[in-house]
């Protein structure tokens, strides 16, 4: 097995509320491999971003604080260093697109020159050459006219246009992994292939790996290796692509996938599920999602279920990745417990 | 012979003036270019295109709260930028609109009850204060929303919650026909699902028409019977569900289709 960039152990990262403590990630665990994109999937609320911010360390301080865990990259914890030797890790081996493009451009400078400035900063110095390359970034993220692009500041441009000159600006010193928070939400579908392809491209050329968080479950079946479904702060299930889409088996990634509209479902209700995240500063006490669960049962709601290992039924299995689960119909013992019903998804009244 | 449709929009043109340099010569952007289309009572029609392509405006025009530079819009067979005064009020109480960002359409400093009256107390709808009340919160039970949502503010409310209030807020007035401008894009799949499924229930109860204006082509597949491929302001395809997502004509509907990511293609 390669050994994985990153590897995060028991991340908790909480906040403090006047509401009191909101566990916003708690115990999250995952790792990737160079060239793999994972996609961390869930409602939102669920502790996606938060997850994303303290592995770069930039949650919101004071409220928030990382309350404990690891962050290996490339062996090494990233909870030991220091702010400007993460400053320095930021923006030249992890690179970075968040959710909210205009707040992460400066506006009284030029694209030009926050594009430059960022390839500066991590030692490729600044001449002529940078220029070339800042051109030919713009390009490759299909931004037209790139050289007069270059000269205009970022309320000239429309939010599109801002988050392909944010995508440029992570992927300028070629990361080895990149962290991108609904990259492509804002973007049309024909530029989010582009973006899409190119980030591809990246990862065949200098093995990339990805962490790639979103909403749409196309992009998930098309772009990443393996899906780390989060629920209410902590990881539910964990599976490659295909056997994740193939054979769901945690009841929310289930009523998630069941709920996507499409042309098969045309007249017929779609699958909701019931009621909303809770807040983070009461998840429900043992299985968080059972209170929205179709499949509860009273073992649910007195036992924590823990996160264990399944087998996995993929025939063509291609990586080592493992699958794992956190939910009781897997226990081996709990699941007996369960009072006789139909193994379906039921649409809640 | 189809009936009369409850929408008609004829070669639409929308020219916005556009100001380059301090001394250039004034210049217009096209935004809508010759748009015509139908929309039968109690279905749904869908816009779909690009960013840009001109989606919006063409709902703007189609809701008389934009002036078209040429063309009209007929309202069950009658031109709705003729109208003047009571006779306009009439036809804005007909029409309503949903958008995407349920922040930026509700006030936040109007509770729910508020929200859900003020258009009621315009329209002369509901003889009392009281009575508006009850019928705001038999609207809320509508969209699935306790009575007790009335007297909280907008911020108290997800995003899916905050959508359904502003679906409630445009049934208040009991209009027949709602242009959706990317209702569902800013929320989760699974609160997505619930104003969709809403949305189909009020259409089969109370027979709303819908223009449905919207990225997502699983959404189109889902609840639209007949679509529109806009391209910088003019519609380049249009047909059934069936006829668009099967048999594309244009080239650029097929790339379209092609650029969106479905689950389907991917694991096959
Ligand atoms: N500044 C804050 N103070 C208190 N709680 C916070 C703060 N920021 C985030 N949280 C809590 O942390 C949890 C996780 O938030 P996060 O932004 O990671 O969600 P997400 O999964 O990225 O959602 P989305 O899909 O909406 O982006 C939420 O329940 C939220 O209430
Ligand atoms: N008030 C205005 N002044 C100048 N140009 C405008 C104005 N309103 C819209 N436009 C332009 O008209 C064109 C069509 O815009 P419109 O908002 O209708 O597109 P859209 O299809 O709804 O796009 P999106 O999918 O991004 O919402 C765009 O090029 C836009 O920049
Ligand atoms: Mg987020
Ligand atoms: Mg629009």
């Not at chain 1, 062996?75 to 493009?101: K, N, S």
């Not at chain 1, 050289?147 to 429309?158: A, V």
Request: some cysteine; glycine content about 8%; aromatic content about 6%.
């Amino acid at each position: 097995m390669t050994e994985p960039l990153l590897r995060v152990e028991d991340l908790r990262t909480y906040f403090d509320t006047p509401a009191g403590t909101a566990r916003a990630v708690d115990g999250v665990s995952f790792s990737i491999a160079p060239g793999e994109t994972l996609a961390l999937v869930g409602e939102s609320g669920c502790g996606k971003s938060m997850t994303a911010l303290s592995i770069l360390q930039l949650v919101p301080e004071p409220a928030g604080y990382i309350a404990g865990g690891h962050v290996y990259f490339q062996g090494v914890d990233l909870l030991d260093y220091t702010w400007e030797e993460m400053r320095r890790v930021r923006g030249a081996d992890i690179g970075m697109i968040f959710q909210e493009p205009m707040t992460s451009l400066n506006p009284v400078f030029t694209i030009g020159w926050q594009l430059m400035e960022a390839m500066a900063v991590h030692g490729k110095g600044r001449g002529p050459d940078t220029r070339r390359r800042a051109v030919e970034l713009l390009t490759r993220v299909g931004l037209p006219e790139p050289e007069r692009l270059l000269r205009q500041y970022p309320h000239e441009l429309s939010g599109g246009m801002r988050q392909r000159v944010m995508i440029a600006m992570a992927l300028a010193n070629n990361p080895k992994l990149l962290i991108a928070d609904e990259p492509t939400t804002a973007l049309d579908v024909t530029v989010q292939k582009q973006i899409l392809e190119l980030i591809r491209e990246l990862q065949q050329d200098f093995g990339m790996a990805v962490l790639l968080i979103t909403h749409d479950l196309g992009i998930v079946a098309e772009v990443s290796d393996t899906v780390a479904v989060m629920y209410a702060g902590q990881i539910v299930e964990y599976a490659t692509t295909r056997d994740l889409f193939r054979a769901p088996a945690h009841p929310y990634t289930r009523a998630l996938f069941a709920s996507r509209p499409s042309r098969d479902q045309r007249g017929r209700d779609l699958i909701t599920i019931e009621g909303i995240v809770p807040q983070a500063t009461a998840w429900p006490p043992a299985c968080r999602f059972a209170p929205r669960c179709p499949e509860r049962w009273p073992a649910c709601e007195n036992v924590a279920p823990v996160y264990q290992k399944l087998a996995s039924p993929g025939e063509d299995q291609t990586g080592p990745a493992e699958r794992g689960v956190r939910c009781h119909l897997y226990h081996p013992e709990l699941a007996r417990t369960r009072p006789e019903q139909p193994a379906t998804l039921e649409v809640h009244p | 012979m189809t009936a009369t449709p409850l929408i008609s929009v004829r070669n639409l043109v929308k020219e916005f003036p556009v100001r380059r340099g301090l001394f250039t010569k004034r210049q217009v952007k096209v935004a809508v270019d010759g748009v015509s289309f139908d929309i039968q009572q109690g279905t749904t029609f869908a816009l779909v295109g690009e960013s840009g392509s001109g989606k919006t405006t063409v709902g703007l025009m189609v809701l008389d709260l934009l002036p078209p530079t040429r063309g009209e819009v007929l309202y069950a067979g009658e031109p709705i930028h003729a109208r003047k005064g009571r006779e306009r009020l009439a036809l804005r109480r007909q029409m309503q609109v949903v958008f995407q960002d349920p922040y930026a359409s509700l006030n936040a400093r109007m509770t729910v009850a508020e929200a859900l009256t003020e258009g009621m107390m315009i329209h002369r709808i509901g003889a009392s204060a009281r009575e508006r009340r009850e019928r705001a919160a038999e609207l809320l039970r509508q969209v699935n929303l306790p009575p007790e949502a009335l007297d909280r503010y907008p911020h108290e409310f997800s995003g899916g919650q905050r959508q359904r209030i502003a679906i409630a807020r445009a049934l208040s007035v009991e209009p027949g026909f709602i242009v959706l401008d990317e209702p569902t894009s800013a929320l989760d799949v699974s609160v997505q699902s619930q104003v969709l499924n809403l949305l189909r229930q009020l259409q089969q109860d109370l027979g709303l028409t819908y223009l449905f204006i919207t990225h997502n082509l699983d959404v189109v597949g889902y609840m639209a019977d007949e679509v529109a491929v806009m391209e910088r302001g003019r519609i380049v395809e249009r047909g059934t569900v069936d006829e668009i997502f099967d048999n594309p004509q244009q080239e650029y509907t097929r790339r379209l289709l092609a650029a969106v990511p479905s689950v389907e293609a991917a694991l096959r």
